[in-house]
């Protein structure tokens, strides 16, 4: 699995976190200062990279947590069928089939695409 590991307190809207083994796009980060008997408490909500639901964490701003890290990759579409796109990734020459989702891809478009492992979403 292609991760680090960081502090909470170095985290920002935008950035990516694994929440429940999942890679997520942080969309809201706030946090509360420290209390007589604890530290400083950051709330994190995030929205799944390739399954879009939503999820939030709640942790102390010094504790660690893992970081995925997402490549931004071009594709070239080598076919369409119904809801699935045929993609041969432009820098390593592979081919892939992938859900087209929202997109409306004929053959021979480019397109960029975000890869963590074996998943793929088109940007």
């Known amino acids: 699995m292609p991760r680090q590991q960081t502090e909470v307190r170095d985290l920002d809207e935008g950035s990516y976190v694994m929440i ?35 999820r939030s964490l709640s942790q102390p701003v010094d504790a660690k947590v893992w970081v995925p890290i997402i490549n931004r990759k071009q594709g070239q579409v080598l076919d369409v069928r119904d809801d699935e796109v045929q993609v041969m990734d432009l820098e390593t020459y592979d081919n892939f089939v992938m859900r087209a989702g929202e ?12 890869q963590y492992e074996e998943q793929r979403k088109i940007v």
């Open 20 to 54: 429940d083994d999942t890679p997520c796009k942080i969309t809201s980060y706030s946090t509360a200062k420290p209390g007589k008997h604890g530290s400083a408490k950051a709330r994190i909500d995030a929205k799944g990279v390739f399954d879009g639901k939503k």
């Open 103 to 114: 997109e409306d891809l004929s053959a021979d478009d480019e397109i960029e695409f975000l």
